[in-house]
């Protein structure tokens, strides 16, 4: 493996958003946005089976997520839109890069979510673009893919947007809502997007 803990913290600019580590101070305002966010979220929101939920305690999950970064096992960003109007941009969703295989594979897993006020204005087609080109450039992986569960018609069109492969049906593949559900996969190798992905995303929104 490599040395990964080079690669973190790492902290992605683009056009519009900026990924960057959870952080403990995030608490509160995390914690109030996955609170606004409960009935939106919860249809497509991880769970395991034994029946726990969202990790509870955030101190936690944020020190294991690091933990996990520097090992070279996750990439785990909030994604936060600067304003005018706040010197500190305010979170508006989350991203991880997660399940990173080193050796022959070089892969990882996308998985997100964002503020239901957000959606539909492009941040996480941007914030997908935007880990997929850290992965691939400065990370070192080959393959990303995303899993998404065939309900999901606004995840399904963000793949659509950025020209993931679609891979086939994962049956049962993940828990999620508190039972095991189907998922699709998407895909892309680094050789798919030698222009980048944030790239490709800019030349389709400037044509739709």
Partial sequence: MPEFDRHWPATVE???IVLRPMRLRDKG?????RRANASWLAPWDATVPDGSGYPANFA?????????ARNGQCLPWAITL???YSKRAPMVGQLTVSSIMWGA???GSIGYWVDAGHAGQGIVPEAVAMATDHCFRVVGLHRIEINIRPENGPSLRVVEKLGFRDEGLRKNFLHIDGQWADHRTFALTSEEVPEGLLNRWAVHRTKH
């Fill in 29 to 33: 305002e995390w914690s109030a946005l």
């Fill in 60 to 68: 936690a999950m944020v020190s294991s997520q690091n933990r996990a």
């Fill in 82 to 84: 600067p304003n005018d």
């Fill in 14 to 16: 683009g056009p519009n």
């Fill in 105 to 107: 594979a070089r892969s």
